[in-house]
């Protein structure tokens, strides 16, 4: 018993009931632990744990399998670490930091040629230095920091208020992290491809011990295949993101998709009218959608991928737009 307790002790309650839990293994991991943490668990502590039960409930029905969008189960759920498609068998792995749930990590080989808008964040330095040097530097074209940025987007979010919420392209975490601090939305998912991105965010996690007590999910995904169950999500954000995006089309519509009837779409990205003569030249060679030289683009882009109700917010070169899917969509994947 005694080795019981001192392993209880050592052990998390986010480990112990982990976002990962789904119905076959629920039973059994409750039964497991149940003894443990009646004997050596503040009652007061007991119904932080509950509560926490519910959200990773939430959250963990949200999930789906990228390739063909049907709902995961645990496979391994001894270690919390291995999710598997209930149709397709795919398994996605965690390495306790974030959930993997990419076409690529289902195989050994490496990854082919990346656009260099998708690259370049997965770059060690670029990831070190994003939010110690690289961000201040948006202030350039009108971006008003983070916090203010934020204080933006929430107002746009208010009808996701003790939501979902999505941090799309969330890079290290800069507006994640501020989005779980704030309290509004029951359940935050921060989601990146880069791998070093996600690292970054981990680190700043271990740093910040209000964090550490808080519940959400770090994904890494592709923004054209979204890992997560149609119409289940209240509001997706993508901060300083869609113009690195490979394909801005394909990123709106999945948006579309995982969005609920009424849900909203918010953006930040640039707009600079000057660059009109060379925006094709720039987008060839930055590998993504770039440049954007009018308001009138992303308002459209946003309304042949099913959005509608646009508003937006302008300072010089920045934009802040939010976008809201209709009740009227059919966006099953069998439906598009």
Known sequence: MANALSFSSSVSVSVLFT??????????????????????????????????????????????????????????????????CQSCGKVYVSNGRYLDLTFSSLTDESEAFMRPSTELFRNPAISFFY????????????????????????????????????????????????????GLYK?????????????????????????????????RADVGRLPFATETIDAVHAGAAIHCWPSAANGVAEVCRVLKPDGVFIASTQVVEALRPFRQVLRIAYGAAGVWTEEAELRKLC????????????????????????????????KM
């Not at 293994?25 to 149940?34: A, G, N």
């Not at 204080?151 to 975490?173: F, H, P, Q, R």
Request: hydrophobic share 35%; aromatic share 10%.
């Open 187 to 219: 359940s935050v998912i921060g989601l990146d491809y880069s791998e070093t991105m996600l690292e970054q965010f981990h680190s700043f996690i271990q740093e910040d011990q209000s964090l550490k007590e808080q519940d959400f999910l770090l994904v």
């Open 19 to 84: 976002y990962l839990r789904m119905r076959p293994c629920r039973k059994r991991i409750r039964r497991m632990y149940r003894p443990l943490l009646a004997s050596s668990t503040p009652s007061g502590e007991l119904e932080k744990i509950k509560d926490m039960e519910a959200r990773n409930d939430t959250i963990a029905s949200l999930l789906a399998c990228p390739i063909c969008f049907k709902p995961l189960e645990l496979s391994d759920w001894t270690i919390y670490k291995k999710l598997k």
């Open 303 to 334: 309304e042949n991928c099913g959005l509608s109700n646009w508003s937006s917010t302008r300072n010089s070169a920045f934009i802040m737009f939010s976008a809201q899917k209709p009740r009227t969509i059919l966006s099953e994947p069998d």
């Open 131 to 182: 939010e110690r040097g690289y961000r201040q530097g948006f202030q350039i074209s009108g971006y008003p920091g983070p916090d203010e940025e934020l204080k933006l987007a929430n107002k746009y979010m208010e009808t996701a208020v003790g939501g979902t919420v999505i941090d799309l392209s969330c890079a290290t975490g800069i507006f994640t992290r501020r989005m779980i601090k704030c």
